[in-house]
């Protein structure tokens, strides 16, 4: 019988939970590591809908990538996700940052998507050493516009936003989710463009002033990219349990 914990360990053999940002809350963060797990759901996200899909499967064990509890708790309502998943006795384990480092996960799944070659370290966690941004050649030249439309395609994205850097592009900095900030470095490294998956005004202003393509794809799309294989890897090492993508899960913003 597979276990929560054993599911854990694997994950933490991989992706270390330690080796997670300083702000992180990763981890089996609701249930037991002793109970049996027979069915589970992978998503990025868990939503009262991802719950009540999961128990609609009976599956007693969430993965995902956001942490379902990020700050600490001042209350427990009965309809959020903490509760609910209490209420119908179902795990949870949560890889946010180190799985976006890990070797193979976000941003390898990332760079893979965008068919980047000579992937290699963009900037480094100074608490781990980790790559916390990654950087790779295209395989061919792109003008900013169609960069943007490649990214769009390869993602599967409704929408992105992009700045025209107004240079060809043949290297590409990239940080899936949240990493914005790390253009600055990518402008350093000698990159063209960055994709990322949120941008603020500023950012994009310097981005351009920089001649950076910066490809602002949706923190959805540069992050869900590592849930399917994360599912058959761990569908490989536990061909016991049943693991599943979420159908529930998705992006919650939408393009007019």
């Keep these: 019988m597979i276990r929560t914990g054993d599911i854990y360990d694997f994950i933490d053999s991989f992706a270390p939970f330690g080796s997670a940002m300083s702000f992180d809350n990763p981890g089996l963060l609701v249930g037991d590591r002793e109970a049996p797990v027979s069915a589970a759901v992978l998503s990025l996200d868990i939503t009262p809908a991802v719950v009540r ?15 379902v509890i990020f700050h600490p708790l001042r209350s427990l309502d009965a309809g959020s996700v903490p509760y609910l998943l209490a ?3 179902i795990a949870a384990i949560c890889a946010h940052t180190n799985l976006d480092m890990a070797t193979g996960g976000v941003n390898t799944c990332l760079a893979g998507r965008l068919q980047l070659q000579n992937v290699r370290m963009l900037s480094e966690y100074e608490n ?7 950087v790779g050649e295209t395989t061919g030249e792109y003008t900013p516009a169609v960069f943007a439309g490649f990214v769009k395609e390869a993602l599967g994205c409704d929408g992105l936003r992009y700045t025209d850097g107004g240079r060809v592009i043949t290297r590409v900095g990239l940080c899936s989710g949240g990493g914005a900030d ?3 470095a990518a402008a350093e490294y000698g990159c063209q463009a960055f994709v990322t998956g949120e941008s603020k005004h500023n950012i994009l202003l310097d981005a351009e002033n920089m001649g950076i393509t910066l490809v602002d794809a949706g923190h959805f799309y ?6 399917q294989p994360l599912l058959e890897k ?6 016991g349990v049943r693991f599943l993508k ?11």
């Design 87 to 89: 209420k119908y006795g």
């Design 222 to 227: 540069t992050e869900d990219i590592v849930i």
């Design 128 to 134: 781990s050493g980790l790559p916390e941004a990654l």
């Design 53 to 67: 899909e999961a128990r609609e499967l009976n599956a007693g064990l969430i993965i995902s990538h956001h942490p």
């Design 234 to 239: 761990l569908k490989k090492q536990f061909p």
């Design 246 to 256: 979420s159908k529930q899960m998705h992006s919650p913003a939408k393009y007019l």
């Design 182 to 184: 790390l253009v600055y």
